[in-house]
């Protein structure tokens, strides 16, 4: 556990060299002591550092290893996360076929993101919340009886259930927008523009929503599906559509420090503005070009405070790596 630990922190700090060694001392040991989830826990920090690397061939064997130990500790919630590390990898070295068999094959919650159901939802946990503070106030208030440290045990087990079932709530979410941004990349990639458009709707729905919007992960898919939702109306033709959700995602990204998800939104906007000043000369598509252009430059100089080192100097500069090419 300790090597582990040590390997995960050399990862999150970018010492990719210090990492590796911590990362297969923790993956030999945990072998030796025949415990699969340590073994699916080092398999998938090893399967990290590799994506980092832009070694996706690398990092999908030690994905895919990951899936097998953490389905073997019957931890369902992680070995659905190794599969969409696996389709990632997958899409990565352009196999979008077996990077679609890949999410298929996750187990993958329904959530309702309706109104109706939010509320439903809403008053459902505020009521157990009440109940368990009534609860509280009366064993707090009442004199010592026989009774009281079986109404506390019985107090501390709805307490745990409430824990456990927001810990659900939360998982619930975190697999549902992984697999809903995950086909949706898949669709675009494969110029399925309406079927990506529904998935990427469908996480920034969830994203958006009042009961799973409070989770820290809502923000940065928030951005991803706006900025996502950006590339499918440009390939529409619906520019002005598309500057406005690239803005939205641009904004959402500064506010959160995010630099690696800003500067696609900032590109988004440059291209969207290039080409909706197509090839006119008027003075207004002469605006849109300058405009176009000045969007450009403020994504170059984000990428190039991503490479001169931030807060999330390690991930963003394994995303820009990855994309330099579409830069």
Do not use: C
């Amino acid at each position: 556990r300790a090597a582990l630990a040590q390997g995960r922190g050399f990862l999150k700090r970018g010492n990719a060299e210090q990492a590796l060694g911590a990362l297969e001392q923790a993956l030999k040991l945990y072998t030796q002591a025949n415990d699969a989830k340590g073994i699916a826990a080092s398999q998938d920090a090893l399967g990290d550092l590799y994506s980092r690397q832009g070694q996706y061939a690398v990092a999908l064997a030690h994905y895919q290893e990951a899936n097998k130990s953490f389905t073997a500790a019957n931890d369902t919630y992680n070995a659905n996360l190794m599969l969409a590390k696996t389709g990632d990898m997958f899409n990565s070295t352009g196999n979008v076929n077996e990077a679609r068999n890949a999410y298929s094959q996750m187990t993958v919650p329904k959530i309702d993101t309706s109104a109706a159901g939010t509320v439903k939802e809403t008053q459902k946990k505020a009521s157990k919340v009440g109940g368990l503070f009534g609860k509280a106030k009366g064993i707090a208030s009442g004199g010592p009886s026989l009774s009281t440290a079986s109404d506390a045990a019985s107090l501390g087990a709805d307490v745990k259930n409430t824990i456990d079932e927001e810990r659900a709530t939360y998982r619930n979410y975190i697999l549902y927008s992984i697999y809903e941004l995950g086909m949706g990349r898949l669709d675009y990639a494969n110029n399925q523009l309406d079927s990506g458009k529904t998935h990427f709707n469908n996480a920034l729905a969830a994203a958006d929503n009042p009961l799973y919007g409070k989770f820290g992960q809502a923000r940065r898919w928030r951005v991803a599906s706006r900025t996502s939702l950006g590339d499918i109306a440009v390939q529409q033709g619906r520019y002005p559509d598309a500057i406005k959700l690239y803005t939205q995602a641009s904004d959402g990204a500064q506010k959160d420090n995010r630099a690696d998800l800003r500067w696609p939104a900032q590109r988004g906007i440059g291209k969207s503005k290039w080409m909706m000043a197509g090839a006119g000369s008027d003075s207004k598509s002469a605006k849109s070009r300058e405009e176009a252009i000045a969007a450009y430059r403020d994504a170059l100089t984000t990428i190039e405070g991503i490479r001169a080192g931030s807060l999330s100097a390690d991930e963003s500069r394994s995303t820009f790596l990855a994309t330099t090419k579409d830069v």
